[in-house]
């Protein structure tokens, strides 16, 4: 599609003639510029996340792509599956790499969950609200195994129906670890220490290498680690552009 502007009109009438509406998936255009320094709405994010997990897991047949978002750079297919999660009742957890994993996939901790990202843990007890699940999970556990798993009415804080097999995808393409941390601090101190603006270049340095972020970083990272086109990752599709002379110009 040339536009965004259109495309939940797009996504309504398809929802309304497919046969299996849920397989239809939507890619956002980006909200931001990469000089704008301030992370996505959460929105945005649970649209571009959502969507390509339904890439990776085929469980789409139908993606609506504005044009402006075929120019995002992406994490590789394998890299991005190596990060989802899986849990199940009776599952054996490493509860400390667990949360470190969360952290590197973009959720914050918090004492009480209560929107997509976020995650808390006390008394043997993990709230996790992942970005594709429409309520957050309540993970209670005995020892490492995870003994139950329900959804979680984040208004009540109490646990509800039970979950089954849940599906958690991060809440970042690129992951922020101390090895993708460290590669954007060394490109940035090689190619932008330019006196124009070297001094905000150094201030996001020194947050890298202290083991922080700073607002943006999302922006910044396809440039420090491995990543591909949107193509690569509809190479098998069939493409049907809607007004194709305004997607060119």
């Not at 700073?214 to 007004?243: K, R």
């Amino acid at each position: 599609m040339p536009g965004d502007a259109a495309v939940a009109d797009y996504e309504n009438a398809l929802r309304l003639f497919h046969r299996q509406p849920d397989c239809i998936s939507i890619y956002p255009a980006p909200t931001l510029s990469p000089y704008q320094e301030i992370g996505p709405s959460l929105g945005v994010v649970r649209e571009e996340i959502r969507a390509l997990g339904m890439l990776l897991d085929s469980s789409s047949d139908v993606l609506v792509v504005p044009a402006r978002a075929l120019f995002q750079r992406l994490p590789k297919a394998e890299d991005f599956r190596a990060r989802i999660l899986r849990l199940a009742e009776g599952d054996e957890l490493d509860l400390r790499e667990l949360m470190q994993q969360l952290v590197e996939n973009g959720f914050t901790r918090t004492d009480l969950v209560g929107e997509a990202g976020e995650f808390a843990f006390r008394g043997g007890i993990l709230d996790l609200y992942p970005p594709n699940t429409a309520s957050a999970l309540r993970i209670e556990l005995f020892g490492d195994t995870i003994d139950t798993l329900r959804w979680l009415d984040v208004e009540t804080q109490r646990s509800v129906d039970p979950a089954g097999e849940v599906t958690v995808y991060p809440m970042t393409q690129f992951p922020l670890t101390r090895d993708s941390r460290r590669r954007l601090a060394n490109r940035l101190s090689l190619d932008f220490m330019d006196p124009h603006f070297r001094h905000d270049i150094a201030d996001k340095i020194e947050k890298l290498q202290e083991g922080g972020t700073f607002a943006g970083v999302e922006s910044y990272i396809p440039a420090a680690v491995e990543n591909v086109t949107f193509a690569e990752y509809i190479s098998d599709w069939d493409v049907i552009l809607i007004e194709p002379d305004q997607i060119t110009t």
